[in-house]
C-alpha cells in the first residue's frame, strides 16, 4: 500500500521513512503542505498518510479539512503527528477530519499499531467500494434484461418468465399498472371493418330482394 510521509523536519522523516518501508509500504515523501496536497490530489494518491500538524505552506489541520471538503469515493486515512498534546488539540484535529492522532516523541510500536488500523480501515473501504460497484452493475444488468420482451415475429405474443406466450395487452396488465381502452386503428378499419361493413350491406340488399 502507498503511504504518505508530510514532514518537514529531516530526522523525523527519515525515521518515519525507514519505519513505514520496513512494514512494507511503498512511501512518498513531502516536506512541505503544498506538496503533501498536490500529491493526495494526484493520480493514483496514497491511501493513507501521515501528516505533520506544523510545516511549511499549508498544515496538517488544514489538509485535513480540504480532503473531507473534496467529493471524493475513497478519501485518504490520515494520522495526524504533532508535538500538541492537549485535550484541546486533539478535539481540533479530530473535528478537522484527521482519523488518528499521534503526538511527538512517538513510540515505534504504537506508530505501527496505529498505521496498522489505518491500513485495515483503507483495505475494508476499499473492499466495500468494489462490491457496491459489483451490485450497482448486477442491478444494471437486471434492468437491462427486464427491458428485453420476447416477442413473436408472426403473431405479436410476448413470451413471459414461465414461458407462456400471451397477448401484448395481457402481458403489460400483469406485469405493469397499465390499463386499456381498446379502439380501432384506421389501418384496421380498413383492412377488417370495412369488408365486415361492405359484406353485411351485401347480405342487406339480397334480404330486401327476397323480400321484394
Known amino acids: 500500500m502507498k503511504a504518505l510521509i508530510a514532514e518537514d523536519e529531516v530526522v523525523s522523516c527519515r525515521l518515519l521513512e525507514d519505519m513505514l518501508s520496513d512494514w512494507g509500504y511503498e512511501v512518498v515523501v513531502a516536506h512541505d503542505g503544498d506538496s503533501a496536497w498536490e500529491i493526495l490530489q494526484g493520480e493514483d494518491p496514497p491511501k493513507l498518510a501521515i501528516l505533520d500538524w506544523l510545516m511549511p505552506g499549508t498544515d496538517g489541520v488544514e489538509i485535513c479539512r480540504r480532503l473531507r471538503a473534496t467529493e471524493n469515493g475513497e478519501p485518504a ?101 397499465v390499463q386499456f381502452s381498446h379502439g380501432i386503428c384506421p389501418e384496421c378499419y380498413e383492412k377488417y371493418v370495412v369488408p365486415m361493413l361492405d359484406e353485411l350491406s351485401g347480405v342487406t340488399d339480397k334480404d330486401e330482394d327476397q323480400i321484394k
Do not use: M
Open 77 to 177: 486515512y490520515v494520522i495526524l503527528l504533532t508535538g500538541k498534546n492537549r485535550k484541546e488539540d486533539i478535539v481540533t484535529a479530530l473535528e478537522a477530519g484527521a482519523n488518528d492522532f499521534i503526538t511527538k516523541p512517538f513510540d515505534a510500536e504504537e506508530l505501527r499499531v496505529r498505521v496498522q488500523a489505518g491500513r485495515r480501515i483503507v483495505e475494508l473501504q476499499s473492499d466495500l467500494a468494489a462490491r457496491v460497484k459489483e451490485l450497482q452493475e448486477a442491478l444494471d444488468h437486471i434492468k437491462t434484461l427486464q427491458g428485453i420482451l420476447p416477442i413473436c415475429s408472426y403473431c405479436g405474443r410476448i413470451r413471459d418468465d414461465q414461458s407462456y406466450w400471451s397477448k401484448l395487452e395481457n402481458y403489460l396488465a400483469t406485469h405493469t399498472n
